[in-house]
């Protein structure tokens, strides 16, 4: 089949449903340069996260993010999860991918032995109206970049799961979210010679990895970090 074909019907589809940049919105692209450059080298950002905060006088989860969430990046990570641009997965799995050639230094130095990359869960609703689990694609990104960083890193998506009467983090405040989360994770007992490091779309209060952490401690298992795509200014 002769690509240049469709070449016409692509064009007469971008006149009927223009295609923009799910960040900016500049026309003619999926993800455009500008928007691509914001998301970089991976960075500490869990000390601004106040649910992260630990009572027994151990250092916070280390978290890294790729960017600040605000502006083009803030609109972004809505137009993926709730806005339906599925278009943008190849490219953030990409930069996922770029992070966790970074990182993998930083897990090297941690462990000699495989890794899990285990993906933040999202509620049964949000994956009913999403028709999927859109962490899942940084994950699979991560663990690319891990393993061409010389990390034996295995994607474990069924490690940790929400029960079905869990609410959506959005739109609740720092206390409603600890509330909404106490209790409604599940982990399933793994190999604990075996670390993780857990992927989550955004860190805002941090009581979602708060979660994810205890629960997965709780399961024997030993976390050695988090990687997100953005994290709140100030995180």
Not at 25 to 50: I, K, T, Y
Not at 76 to 99: F, H, I, T
Not at 120 to 142: D, H, I, M
């Amino acid at each position: 089949m002769d690509p240049a074909r469709w070449r016409p019907l692509a064009r007469l589809g971008d006149l009927v449903v223009p295609l923009a940049c799910a960040g900016c919105g500049a026309r003619g692209v999926v993800l455009c340069l500008s928007c691509v450059m914001l998301l970089g080298e991976p960075r500490r950002c869990e000390q601004g996260a106040p649910r992260l905060d630990r009572t027994d006088g151990l250092p916070p989860l280390p978290v890294w993010a790729l960017a600040a969430l605000r502006g083009p990046v803030h609109g972004l990570v809505v137009a993926w999860k709730d806005g339906g641009r599925r278009d943008v997965d190849a490219a953030l799995a990409e930069v996922m991918d770029s992070a966790g050639c970074t990182l993998a230094r930083v897990v090297r130095a941690a462990t000699s032995g495989p890794v899990a990359v285990v993906p933040v869960p999202s509620s049964p609703r949000s994956t009913l109206r999403r028709g999927c689990v859109p962490v899942e694609v940084l994950a699979a990104g991560l663990v690319r970049g891990l393993r061409a960083g010389g990390v034996d890193a295995r994607r474990d998506e069924g490690a940790l799961r929400r029960r079905a009467w869990v609410r959506d983090q959005a739109g609740l405040g720092r206390d409603a979210r600890g509330r909404n989360l106490a209790g409604a994770l599940v982990a399933r007992a793994g190999d604990a010679s075996t670390p993780v490091v857990v992927v989550d779309d955004v860190l805002t209060t941090g009581a979602t990895l708060a979660a994810v952490h205890d629960t997965l401690v709780a399961a024997g298992r030993c976390v050695l970090g988090a990687v997100v795509l953005a994290a709140t200014p100030g995180t």
